[in-house]
């Protein structure tokens, strides 16, 4: 499943991403590896 559509089915209503994984680089970097995007490049999207 794309990294996207991964994260998009974990977001609840209130905007809240729920992990089955406490570590973060494990959760986002499942599929971000493979995609050659990088975290901090997603972080600086937000701002």
């Known amino acids: 499943m794309p ?4 994260l998009q089915r974990s977001i609840d209503k209130e905007g809240v991403i729920h992990s089955y994984s406490p570590d973060e ?4 970097g499942a599929g971000m590896d493979s995609s050659g995007i990088d975290i ?3 972080d600086a999207c937000l701002e």
Request: net charge negative.
């Open 40 to 42: 901090e490049e997603l």
């Open 3 to 6: 990294v996207i559509e991964t």
């Open 25 to 28: 680089e494990a959760y986002y």
